[in-house]
């Protein structure tokens, strides 16, 4: 097992896979903002998505937009249906919202999306053809640039948890500047997920095949550890008796962020002024509720454990 390290690459090279970002579905943008910033975050302005025209035309409307909380390594992403622009990803993300409010997206990222859309092809996934996604972004200096990404997607229902993609980050150096990086809860690296599911062999197995890494664990619990960054799988009853304040609405279920600090003494200081309750799982994890990080509940751990847990 690993956590990040302070020193590790922002994005991957060769045949890596990195956790690069996980994602809320809201219905409500303002309300997630009021949450995630008194959880110590500085949210990215709102901006409404588009894709690139293969034709060359004017950019298409995605029909979502979104605000994200930077961190040292990875990032936070929160997504909401525009109104009034109607299209088949807009529809996805309120299916979601009727499951549940909370976390429905997990993003990995490459450096080859070429091969990786081929493997993903070759696994069965059927991925839809490459989204060339865009996005102004005002820098430090108050001027403007654009940020893009190739996505790759696969078709709704391949992968039951949610919304599952690989990407390439084509401007990272755009993407985590340092002014939008939060320092005061001294949290600084998406860690990992954990889903919790019926069938946690079937599950971990298709995630799998799907980043290119292989399973650990045996029972009620399994886990993938990435070049960076975790999954851990769980059954509902696993996940009630690791982490007994869990509230699991429906299966499958994207239930926890696990996020690392430098320094959880400071972390669980911020924390505590901002009146948001947490429940001291170790010395060296906190758990944060759902009911306080807009339906996924958030692990916060340092460097002495890991989460997800290897085993």
Known sequence: MTNVPADAPQTPGGSAVFLDHVGWFVPDMDALSDTMEKLGFVLTPFVAQHNADPDGGA??????????????????????????????LAQQLNDALDRYHGLHLIAFTVDDSEGAHKRLHDGGFTPLDPVHLRRPLTLGDGSEAEVAFTVLRVPPGVMAEGRIQMLRQETPDLVWQDHLIARENAVVALGGVILCVDDVEEA????????????????????????????????????????????????????????????????????????????????????????????????????????????
């Open 59 to 88: 950019p298409i409307p995605a029909g979502t937009g979104n605000r994200c909380a930077m961190l040292q390594r990875g990032y936070l992403e929160f997504l909401a249906a525009v109104p009034g622009v109607d299209t088949p």
């Open 204 to 311: 971990s197995e298709r995630f799998s095949r799907f980043v290119g890494v292989p399973v650990e664990g045996a029972g009620g619990y399994r886990s993938l550890q990435l070049d960076r960054g975790r999954l851990g799988f769980m059954t509902p009853e696993e996940i009630k008796g690791r982490i007994f304040a869990i509230e699991v609405p429906t299966t499958p279920f994207m239930a926890i962020v696990c996020l690392q600090s430098e320094d959880l003494g400071k972390t669980q200081h911020f924390l505590s002024d901002a009146a948001i309750s947490i429940t001291k799982l170790s010395d060296h994890a906190l758990l944060v509720n759902s009911q306080d990080a807009a339906g996924a509940s958030i692990i916060i751990f340092d460097k002495e454990e890991v989460w997800p847990p290897g085993d």
